[in-house]
């Protein structure tokens, strides 16, 4: 008898046809992690799948080679790329038959134009330059279910922002509300230096942050700071938020309402996490300078998609909500830990809302 084919996932099974190693986990240290060679790029890489990817990301680390150059890539999902360590240029072919290149380096933020042909180039002739990418992929392949297709298709988008002039580094900013202004670009050449962030004190004090709309696609990003020696409100979302450490040194806390213990994961420069679907999460910067973070999703402002996250973007963080916990609500353990924390490290605790 014929085998049945059923709750079939084609994404997994085109990620075991190319053969690259998977990392998974609720978090990993993109600093440390081992790659092997990919032929589709022609380059060391590896796949992320954190726990709370959800159903439309994924995530992949790509090493430059020294001196060298990524295999040409053209496909149809989209991708957000930080440069985790490295400088390097990456050379586009644009709908209007034109060639572009710009240059990026360590902290670097760029998305390219859907489909457009494109290439990364290392300029360290020594080691190589390590790239992350957030993408879409798992969307489109399960949806198409036909690799050629995602890519090889040659149409242009011509309707995307794909001028060399969206690469320059400059960028409009769009005022909204608190916690949901935006910066639109493809390319920010360093957000750890970045300074159109906006305060956002609903959601801790001292705190601040901008959204982006990078090359007006459907992936999310978004840049958050908060001082030293202070923690941000707990709050709760949907899945496949995808968190970058910029800066600072801490921890975060997980949980779900029933749990009687936390999860907890330690963060410097390199880590990603990603908190799964509904469950609680607090940040806390625990080190004497300020902790930066870059968060990245699938769907944005612009362009939700799901009916989850358009809920999520029109809420107004001023306003108390079930999905924050105000400092005066949150479980006492949280401020001692805190405090404790501190202690260790000789920090003094600065003023926090109560």
């Known amino acids: 008898m014929e085998q049945v084919r059923w709750l079939v996932d084609p994404y997994m099974e085109w990620v075991q046809r190319e053969g690259v190693p998977v990392v998974d986990g609720l978090s990993v240290d993109l600093t440390s992690i081992e790659t092997s060679p990919w032929p589709r790029l022609d380059a060391d890489c590896a796949l992320i799948h954190l726990a709370a990817r959800g159903d439309y990301v994924s995530v992949y680390v790509c090493d430059v080679p020294a001196g060298g150059a990524t295999a040409p890539q053209r496909h149809l999902f989209e991708e957000v790329f930080y440069v985790l360590d490295g400088e390097g240029s990456t ?33 360290r002739g020594k080691q190589p330059s390590r790239l992350v990418a957030v993408t879409n992929l798992p969307l489109m392949m399960n949806l198409f279910r036909e690799e050629r297709f995602v890519f090889e298709a040659e149409h242009d988008f011509s309707s995307r922002p794909s001028g060399g002039e969206h690469f320059t580094g400059d960028g409009t900013f769009v005022p909204n509300r608190e916690h949901r202004h935006m910066w639109e670009t493809n390319f920010v050449p360093d957000l750890r230096r970045f300074d159109q962030l906006r305060p956002a004190p609903s959601r801790g004090p001292g705190s601040s942050s901008i959204m982006f709309i990078l090359a007006d696609s459907s992936m999310h990003a978004h840049l958050s700071e908060f001082p030293a020696a202070t923690y941000k409100k707990g709050h709760r979302h949907a899945p496949d938020f995808h968190l970058f450490q910029l800066s600072g040194r801490g921890y975060s806390l997980y949980w779900y309402d029933e749990d009687e213990e936390y999860e907890r994961i330690d963060w410097q420069y390199g880590v990603l996490h990603s908190p799964p679907d509904q469950m609680w999460h607090q940040h806390f910067n625990s080190g004497n300078e300020t902790a930066r973070y870059l968060a990245v999703a699938f769907g944005s402002l612009r362009y939700p998609i799901t009916e989850t996250k358009r809920a999520g973007w029109m809420d107004d963080p001023t306003k108390k909500n079930v999905d924050q916990i105000e400092y005066e609500d949150e479980d006492p353990r949280i401020r001692s830990i805190f405090e404790e924390e501190l202690r260790k490290n000789g920090i003094a605790q600065r003023a926090q809302a109560t």
């Open 91 to 123: 050379s586009l072919k644009l709908p209007d038959g034109s060639d572009h290149t710009f240059e990026w380096g360590t902290g670097s933020l760029f998305s390219l134009p859907l489909n457009v042909q494109h290439r990364h180039y290392n300029a």
